[in-house]
């Protein structure tokens, strides 16, 4: 069985209708969980005192952030390779998902940054990528909307969003890049040395299994309205002919 | 039920409710966005099943 039957739009649609109740249900559980167990759950930290529970939001949003906007690369290169529509559909579906984590974490790390830093914002290798990488966001969905013709939309985007993954890489790797800034390395890692405390890693789990499946489910529901909308255009279109 | 979160109290909650209102916002778009996709593409395919009508 092919993986790109899923690309038909009849087949995704027949596919993903099923799946999406119990892909919200799932988003909500570990959102409550994860949340409520970070926010009421979790001790202090000794030197961050309570506002480490921004992590539970502040992390996930930022992991989702980097990437819905990989996802996106991959379902541009498909479209590029393979011209599957549903792939284009896809991508952007799933940008104003990431540009509202991107503004979550931009907005979280700002709040988490003035009693810890001092400041609300710096010019930090980390933060400034973050906020180019918002920028692309914004460029990617303004640029869908202006151009009309579907299919040179998508190839104009597709460029665009190749352009924007070196934005999306930096955002996660600019604390190895350059050593200076205020942002503090991975909260995660393979390494159980590095990574947080046990006592918040649990919680800070289930809320990014949260955050990723609500991301799939918004993706999924967005996916379904952009080929509908297909769909309606395609027939307005055998309609206005003489 | 809200915990002591002493001095920071504002700075959490206000980061909590910040992401609280972006994702609902999100959400509530998406799903408007679908229920009006849904309608009007059921009504052109009625009307196209039914010229005369």
Known sequence: MSLWRYANPAEFMRISGPVLPALWAAAALCLVTGLGWGLL???DDY????????????????????????????????????????????????????????????????????????TWWAWDPRLTSFFILFLFYV????????????????????????????????????????????????SLSLDRASHVDTVFYRPLLLSIAGFFLLFLALVLTRTRTEIRLRRIRALQTIEARP | MIPDLGKY?????????ITLVLL???????????????????RLEASRRQPNA
């Open chain 1, 41 to 43: 759950f979790t001790p």
């Open chain 1, 139 to 186: 460029g990617y969905i303004g640029l869908w909307s202006a151009v009309d013709e579907p299919d040179t939309a998508a190839d104009l985007t597709a460029v665009l969003c190749l352009v924007g993954s070196v934005f999306a890489l930096l955002s996660r790797y600019a604390v190895l890049f350059w050593s200076q800034g205020l942002h503090q390395g991975a």
């Open chain 1, 47 to 118: 030197q961050q005192g309570s506002t480490v529970k921004i992590l539970f939001i502040h992390v996930p949003a930022a992991l989702m952030a980097i990437n819905a906007w990989l996802m996106m690369l991959a379902a541009s290169l498909i479209w590029f390779v393979r011209r599957h529509h549903v792939s284009a559909l896809a991508a952007r579906a799933a940008a104003p998902v990431g540009a509202t984590m991107t503004l979550i974490a931009l907005a979280t790390g700002a709040i988490w940054g003035e009693p810890m830093w001092g």
């Open chain 2, 24 to 42: 609902a916002a999100i959400i509530a778009a998406s799903w408007r966005r679908s229920a009006r996709a849904r309608r009007d593409l059921k």
């Open chain 2, 9 to 17: 109290a504002g700075t959490v909650l206000g980061a909590y409710g």
